[in-house]
């Protein structure tokens, strides 16, 4: 299995609600990451998690909060989300390699979930 | 937060010919990687260059990195229509595993 799945695909809420967003993978790869693309930009880093633990937040809003309950699963959970929220989010993974500063991580991404907050 | 700037930021041309993107980069690298984005879609990994190389072929693709300006280029040979997408330059920090993205070229090939 060499895919991310990301679920939904689309999803659409409002300011008060709460949802999450879900990624999955099965090719053993122990970092996972979350992006948020807008419309004709490049996708932004916002999360990432080495072996379960999350190794870098990049100043994002508590209104999104990350959650990878075991390798192969990584969650957003969104609340109270604003309008300039809405976007492309993209999940994506790499193998860790054991050697620090060696690495080369490929990223493999799944197909987003685009979100739009009303 | 982004990486570096590419240009062209658009760039169209007719199947066949040659397309050249451009990616310059800030920090010090481990390796730097080109991804295509079909419209709204996840991003494929193309090809990867390490920072003690200088060139590398794929295919079509030939990449080269020049560390002293910080820079890279991504050629296209022999263009096709399918090629119409967005290229994305990216680099990983050397102890991080951030990967970090360019601002893109959004390329159009015509039939």
């Known amino acids: 299995d060499t895919e991310v799945t990301q679920t939904p695909k689309h999803l659409v809420m409002g300011m008060t609600n709460k949802k999450s967003l879900k990624c999955e993978q099965h090719m053993g790869h122990r970092a996972m990451y979350w992006y948020k693309q807008k419309a004709k930009k490049p996708p932004e880093l916002m999360f990432v998690?080495?072996?379960?633990?999350?190794?870098i937040n990049e100043s994002v809003p508590s209104r999104f909060s990350p959650e990878c309950p075991n390798s192969s699963l990584l969650n957003l959970h969104l609340h109270a989300l604003q309008p300039e929220d809405s976007a492309l989010y993209l999940c994506?993974?790499?193998?860790?390699?054991?050697?620090?500063?060696?690495?080369?991580?490929?990223?493999?991404f799944g197909a987003g979930s685009r979100l739009t907050v009303l | 937060s982004q990486q570096g700037e590419e240009d062209p930021q658009a760039l169209s041309i007719q199947e066949g010919e040659n397309a050249t993107m451009n990616c310059s980069y800030k920090t010090s690298i481990n390796n730097l990687q080109w991804y295509r984005q079909n419209s709204g879609r996840g991003l494929v990994h193309l090809i990867l260059?390490?920072?003690?190389?200088r060139e590398k072929h794929s295919g079509r693709l030939r990449v080269t990195l020049d560390t002293s300006k910080k820079s890279s280029s991504l050629l296209i040979t022999a263009s096709r229509a399918a090629d119409t997408a967005s290229y994305f330059c990216?680099?990983?920090?050397?102890?991080?595993?951030?990967?970090?993205f360019g601002a893109g070229t959004r390329l159009t090939v015509k039939p």
């Open positions: 994506a993974s790499s193998p860790l390699l054991a050697t620090r500063g060696s690495g080369a991580n490929v990223l493999t």
């Open positions: 990216a680099t990983g920090s050397r102890i991080n595993n951030d990967m970090r």
């Open positions: 260059i390490r920072s003690n190389e």
């Open positions: 998690y080495s072996y379960e633990k999350l190794s």
